[in-house]
């Protein structure tokens, strides 16, 4: 089963509007939850990220809204870009000792001029 | 920012023979990955490798699959026999110190078994 969901699948936006994706999970043990970007081609690369002991991250125009009761968070994309048009993906780790990150299917995000 | 490369980026290879698939991790990194990715599924973790020595592996490293790091040259995985199943995008990665440091992703190497 997955551990890691996102939705929607894909998504569609006009230039200027504000692209919401989501993701859930449902491991509690999570507590470090990176979106990474891929533009086709290309590997994914580190976009921001959070932490569970806090409920919002924001970077420039992106920003992480994190529920741990819920186990949701979401990735809200303002003033979307042309060149924010890519594939992204919600991923999340735990303490202990695994390294590994378990990724989402992710959202392919269309920006349209 | 830093760069993984991974060569070649596409393989074509017949059933039962081996690959090796190669990367070039950021030259500080201390932990490496291989993540594998078919195509519209998620990118689903393979294994990672650190001081030498693998630390983690998930399911889908089969037996058939090895890693290594010759004398801190190239981060391999290699596949010895290979299965037509192993068709998929293969993901290096590598990162300074565990997982909640930022892993820095290559293109890919598109492997495709006939």
């Known amino acids: 089963q997955q551990q890691v969901r996102q939705s929607p699948q894909s998504l569609t936006v006009w230039e200027g509007e504000t692209a919401i994706l989501n993701c859930s999970y449902e491991n509690s043990a999570f507590d470090y939850f990176p979106w990474y970007q891929q533009f086709p081609g290309e590997g994914p690369a580190l976009l921001i990220s959070?932490?569970?002991?806090?409920n919002k991250k924001e970077d420039g125009r992106f920003t992480i809204f994190f529920n741990k009761r819920e186990k949701k968070l979401s990735l809200h994309i303002a003033d979307s870009q042309p060149g924010d048009s890519a594939t992204y993906f919600c991923?999340?780790?735990?303490?202990?000792?695994?390294?590994?990150?378990?990724f989402g299917l992710g959202t392919t995000l269309q920006v349209q001029p | 920012g830093p760069k993984v490369l991974q060569i070649p980026s596409h393989q074509i290879i017949d059933m039962g023979q081996m690959v090796t698939l190669n990367c070039d991790p950021v030259s500080n990194h201390l932990y490496f990955y291989w993540y594998k990715q078919i195509l519209g599924q998620q990118m689903e973790f393979l294994v990672n490798?650190?001081?030498?020595?693998?630390?983690?592996k998930s399911k889908l490293f089969k037996d058939q699959f090895s890693v290594e790091r010759p004398d801190g040259s190239y981060f391999t995985l290699k596949i010895q026999p290979t299965a037509l199943e192993d068709s998929a995008v293969y993901f290096c990665?590598?990162?300074?110190?565990?997982?909640?440091?930022?892993?820095?992703f290559g293109a890919g190497t598109r492997l495709s078994v006939l």
């Open positions: 490798f650190y001081n030498g020595k693998v630390m983690e």
């Open positions: 990665a590598s990162s300074l110190a565990g997982v909640q440091n930022t892993l820095y």
């Open positions: 991923a999340a780790s735990g303490t202990g000792n695994t390294r590994k990150l378990i």
């Open positions: 959070i932490l569970s002991v806090s």
